[in-house]
């Protein structure tokens, strides 16, 4: 886990804005993107790719990423167990990253907790908290469609 390059995008105020290009690379130094916005791009990469999807990292990935087009109805009375399951098993390979990386505590996994689930017209969507060692927290929405 720790040897994958990813390209990862932290979103910045308006009047930060100093290009209109979707990607630079070998031109100025690009922004590092850290703190909590990194611990929670890391989780929720996770959490959103489907176990089993990633041939060189088997064990990488979660049961939600595989939700889509499954038989799973979203009137199912375990569907909400199965997105804490999959949460559970997001945090704990995230916490492998933490123990095997170097990351500040604002960048490692304290808590994932749900903090709200609901059906929608198409599907399911979940609002998941993050937590840092730094008791900063940031709010993810993640949805099934």
Not at 45 to 70: C, H, I, Q, R, W
Not at 86 to 103: C, I, K, T, W
Not at 117 to 124: L, M, P, Q, R
Not at 140 to 145: G, R
């Amino acid at each position: 886990m720790a040897n994958k390059y990813d390209i990862y995008f932290q979103p910045v105020a308006e009047g930060e804005v100093r290009s209109f290009k979707c990607f630079e690379f070998g031109y100025a130094s690009a922004l590092k993107v850290r703190g909590p916005q990194a611990l929670v791009n890391r989780w929720v990469k996770v959490f959103m790719t489907p176990k089993g999807s990633d041939p060189l990292y088997p064990a990488e990935g979660t049961a939600f990423g595989n939700l889509p087009g499954s038989n799973i109805t979203r009137i199912s009375d375990d569907l909400q167990d199965m997105v804490s399951i999959a949460m559970d098993d997001a945090s704990n390979q995230v916490r492998e990253q933490d123990v095997a990386g170097l990351y500040d505590a604002d960048e490692q996994l304290q808590s994932a907790e749900l903090l709200r689930f609901e059906t929608v017209a198409d599907g399911i969507a979940v609002w998941i908290i993050i937590k840092n060692m730094a008791e900063e927290s940031l709010a993810v929405q993640a949805a099934v469609i």
